[in-house]
């Protein structure tokens, strides 16, 4: 197997475990939101806080992965005033 190849597959594997992660992170912070809330007798307290801490969570795992993947693959763009200036025409006069 080529270098190409494992690099692709392990990056498959790591999206595929991102993607697992988002959805326990979510669902777990509604578990033990409502434990918490039943437990403490707090109506929806708790739920709606960790669930916000879950799909926030997840989105981290999610931006974590976007950075790991980009990070060996040089730049394309790396701004527009690297570029050679351009005379640009003179407006047509009336």
């Known amino acids: 197997m080529d270098n190409d190849n494992r690099k692709s597959f392990v990056q498959m ?3 595929g475990s991102v993607g697992f992660a988002f959805v326990l992170l979510i669902f777990g912070g509604l578990f033990v939101g409502n434990w918490l809330d039943r437990k ?3 109506s929806f307290l708790f739920t709606i806080l960790l669930f916000v801490a879950g799909v926030a969570a ?4 999610l931006y974590v992965l976007i950075k790991r993947s980009f990070r ?3 730049t394309i763009i790396t701004s527009i ?3 050679p ?3 640009r025409p003179a407006p047509a006069r009336n």
């Open 13 to 15: 594997a790591y999206a």
């Open 40 to 42: 403490m007798g707090t």
């Open 58 to 61: 997840g989105f981290r795992n």
């Open 72 to 74: 060996d693959d040089k």
């Open 81 to 83: 005033r690297s570029e």
């Open 85 to 87: 200036h351009r005379k």
